[in-house]
């Protein structure tokens, strides 16, 4: 029998690669990152360097040739651009859920859909409760959605203290909040429409559904078509680019080509014909090696999906890039002389009571009155505790509300008073519901 040898850590693997691998797949880490990332950009724009770093974020940055560019800001770049591709996970995730996850069974989707209308419905009209009319009143949808990042983050700090249900409860809420997110972005914050462009992006659609129905699974094709056809054809029509990465996503194929028992007889049998090669005993391995082992490697991607293989490659790259990137050039916000006078601004009141009331109200109110006349049931291990926590926890709303506040107002005053009413609500929400879940937890490990 041939000796198994274990595998040799390097230096490199042992104090650089190892160690950055367990941060990213900690479950906190994406929350503590774009925490930092928003509190330096607040510090910074407080300081002496801050109309510095406001205006590095206006540098003009022209992409395109012979003549014909698109000369944007690296602000707008950011948002429209970069963006795109944590709107295109979302869209990953939602289609995910859709097919094989908690919103496949209509009857376990019921209560999260409901919290998720709830919890959108109550914080626009508290908005609007308070900005009734004028240009402040744009802000409504500032308040709806939840970061799923920041709320997740807070749960997992309490490890195994929440029942699994309320994570996944959780989740699939956040999701189609952000499907509700992107909606009112397409339909209610959208400039005048150039419908060539529109019509352009549309038929760059059509080849990318086409290429899904013939079995097309490179995901070169997807992102050629999607970038250089459906996203530039969007950015270019009015519509937010964002919603092409949306609609992108779903046309993604989510199935696979070889399904698990042809997987497992298959690879059985390569790794057969591994060991029946002779070891060159040198650092490389041999010819048929080689071979066999790119087969098993080509057998194994032929055994995921595309979607999952897009959706678990590109969700570090969005979680430590994408977002910090986006809390940096967003999050700033200069605190006035007058902080008394800031929080009485109509739009900090609106997004922070929105978000900290609205949210509650919408999650655990409207969901408890469904509840109480049975249209919808909690899952195993969930109890009402956990879903008022989880209402506070949704009322977390940061990247999301940063995102609409900029599409919503051109004032820079009503965008930093939506942006402190959207932090400091959820700094709140996120302190009361981790207080909230800790408490539904007994020290027999029972919940209350």
């Not at 880490?29 to 928003?38: E, N, T």
């Not at 419905?121 to 508290?126: N, R, T």
């Not at 799923?148 to 700090?157: E, Q, R, T």
């Not at 092409?244 to 194929?253: C, D, E, N, Q, S």
Request: proline share 4%; glycine share 8%; no cysteine.
């Amino acid at each position: 029998m041939r000796k198994i040898t274990p595998i040799k850590k390097t230096a490199a693997d042992k104090w650089i690669i190892d160690p950055i691998s367990r941060f990213m797949n900690n479950s906190t880490s994406s929350s503590i990152v774009l925490f930092s990332s928003a509190f330096i950009a607040i510090i910074i724009a407080n300081t002496a360097w801050g109309e510095s770093f406001h205006h590095f974020w206006e540098t003009k940055l022209s992409i395109g040739f012979a003549g014909n560019e698109i000369s944007k800001s690296l602000h707008h770049w950011i948002n429209d651009g970069l963006m795109a591709v944590f709107f295109f996970v979302v869209g990953l995730e939602l289609k995910r859920e859709i097919i094989a996850g908690e919103l496949q069974n209509p009857k376990q989707a019921l209560l999260p859909i409901m919290a998720a209308i709830g919890g959108m419905v109550f914080p626009a009209l508290i908005y609007f409760f308070f900005n009734p009319k004028g240009d402040t009143s744009s802000g409504w949808g500032i308040p709806m959605a939840t970061d799923i990042a920041f709320a997740l983050g807070v749960v997992y700090l309490l490890g195994n203290k929440v029942p699994l249900s309320l994570k996944v409860f959780l989740t699939a809420l956040a999701i189609v909040d952000d499907l509700g997110a992107v909606l009112i972005i397409a339909f209610f914050y959208t400039s005048d429409i150039n419908f060539v462009s529109l019509a352009t992006g549309a038929g760059f659609m059509l080849v990318l559904i086409a290429g899904n129905l013939i079995g097309i699974r490179h995901r070169l094709f997807y992102g050629i078509v999607g970038i250089g056809g459906v996203w530039l054809a969007f950015l270019l029509s009015g519509v937010h680019a964002t919603i092409a990465a949306v609609l992108m996503a779903m046309t993604i194929p989510a199935t696979v080509k070889v399904s698990e028992n042809e997987y497992l007889s298959g690879v059985k049998k390569l790794l057969d014909a591994f060991k029946k090669e002779n070891p060159n005993n040198k650092p490389t391995v041999t010819e048929n090696q080689l071979h066999i082992l790119e087969n098993i490697r080509s057998f194994s991607k032929k055994a995921l999906t595309p979607l999952q293989l897009l959706e678990h490659s590109l969700h570090p790259f969005v979680a430590f890039v994408v977002i910090p990137i986006f809390a940096l050039s967003n999050a700033g916000f200069v605190f006035s002389n007058d902080i008394t006078t800031a929080i009485q601004h109509p739009v900090f009141i609106g997004t922070f009571v929105g978000l900290l009331l609205g949210k509650v109200i919408g999650v655990y109110g409207f969901t408890s009155i469904l509840l109480r006349f049975k249209f919808v049931s909690l899952p195993s291990g969930m109890n009402k505790k956990h879903l008022l926590g989880a209402g506070f926890l949704a009322a977390i709303g940061f990247t999301m509300s940063l995102f609409i506040a900029g599409l919503a107002f051109t004032s820079n005053k009503m965008v930093e008073s939506a942006k402190m009413g959207a932090i400091f609500s959820s700094l709140i929400a996120s302190i009361i519901g981790y207080v909230i879940l800790q408490n539904a937890y007994k020290k027999d490990g029972k919940t209350k």
